[in-house]
């Protein structure tokens, strides 16, 4: 299990190893074709940032060697907004008072309707964490109704049992995303302090019950502004490392999800560890030169012109035309987003941007197309 491997690294001594790179570090790892986390970490350090330029030419050499100069395009299809949990930083926390929104059958398959209109056959289901309201018997009837109209159908909701995950790839479940939020296991309860989510060695555990169960792919990442980012990046990639080797037959991606304000949430545009552009482009090229078949994912969180250029750094997928509420796309527009969007751009303009640099917008899963 990797919590085995995760309890012999101590939070502070990962952030002095990263912080204390210089840029003789940097240039060792740059030449190198095989990275080590030791070099993970010398790119993600501040002693890089001056290679950033030579980091960004490598990165797209890379991904473009690997993946071609294609673009995943996905959406996200919120089904509820229902939460058990208390989440310092979430619209959907259980003790921000909203009003609360779970679809129904024939509401589903009105969203999915918009979606199939905009030319979608990869979805990401997304929930609020309530075991009660959209356990697993919901999530088995929604990948039920809509298995007919998408070529790839991905999940991020509460952590499930291995059994529980196998079911649902009988079902058709290709991919799960599971964020640890962060892996500084001090502070993790300062921002989780009521509900499941509460437990850090449960959720630290579910990518370890994704692989037994079978799955796909496991997403995986962390919310950019709780902790410092380059030493929850530096977990990240040593979760990856030890899931690559364990589960060799399944899938990753990585996502930068960065704090958004959120509605009635006072203090929420001001995070304690604010992560600046330059930055962002510098650990999406680090995840690429540690390893070139990661699959990295960008959402309409980020700005429309950093989502622009990002396109030819190193990421593979992205998001657009995305609405964060539950029957946001026709059933109920009007309610509560979970985080503001940044790029409100049609599915078919992000195509068309896509295409403009050079790059072909792809509609369905890389197993499909090329098969």
Avoid at 37 to 65: C, G, H, N, V, W
Avoid at 177 to 195: I, M, S
Avoid at 297 to 304: C, P
């Amino acid at each position: 299990m990797f919590s085995d491997i995760f309890h012999t690294h101590d939070w502070d001594a990962v952030r002095e190893s990263i912080y204390s790179k210089t840029s003789h570090d940097v240039e060792r790892a740059l030449q190198r074709t095989q990275r080590t986390l030791e070099d993970f970490k010398a790119l993600i350090a501040p002693a890089a940032l001056p290679y950033l330029e030579t980091m960004a030419r490598k990165s797209q050499a890379l991904t473009r060697q690997r993946f071609g100069k294609t673009i995943q395009l996905y959406v996200p299809l919120y089904l509820s907004n229902v939460c058990q949990n208390i989440c310092t930083y979430c619209a959907f926390s259980m003790d921000n008072l909203i009003p609360r929104k779970t679809l129904t059958d024939a509401e589903i398959l009105e969203e999915v309707a918009v979606l199939k209109a905009m030319g979608y056959e990869h979805v990401l289901l997304v929930t609020g964490e309530a075991s009660q309201q959209v356990g697993v018997a919901y999530l088995q009837n929604a990948i039920r109704l809509i298995k007919p109209y998408f070529a790839n159908i991905s999940l991020e909701v509460q952590p499930l049992q291995e059994a529980e995950y196998a079911l649902l790839i009988k079902e058709g479940l290709h991919t799960v995303l599971v964020y640890q939020e962060t892996y500084r296991a001090a502070n993790y309860k300062q921002y989780h302090p009521k509900g499941r989510k509460s437990n850090f060695e449960y959720r630290l555990a579910t990518p370890d019950r994704l692989g037994k169960a079978g799955i796909h792919k496991i997403g995986l990442g962390t919310l950019i502004g709780l902790e410092d980012w380059r030493t929850d990046a530096c977990f990240t990639a040593l979760h990856l490392q030890y899931l690559e080797q364990t589960y060799w037959q399944t899938r990753y991606s990585i996502s930068f999800p960065r704090l958004r304000p959120i509605a009635q949430a006072e203090g929420s545009k001001s995070f304690a560890h604010f992560m600046e552009d330059a930055e962002l482009v510098q650990l999406i090229c680090a995840y690429r030169l540690f390893r070139d078949d990661l699959e990295i994912a960008m959402s309409t969180r980020e700005q429309e012109t950093f989502r622009d250029h990002a396109v030819q750094l190193g990421i593979t997928s992205m998001s657009a035309g995305s609405k964060t509420n539950p029957g946001g796309y026709a059933v109920a527009p009007q309610s509560l987003e979970q985080f503001e969007i940044s790029d409100e751009r049609s599915p078919a303009v992000i195509a068309d941007m896509i295409r403009a640099q050079g790059y072909e917008p792809v509609w369905k899963d890389w197993d499909q197309t090329l098969l």
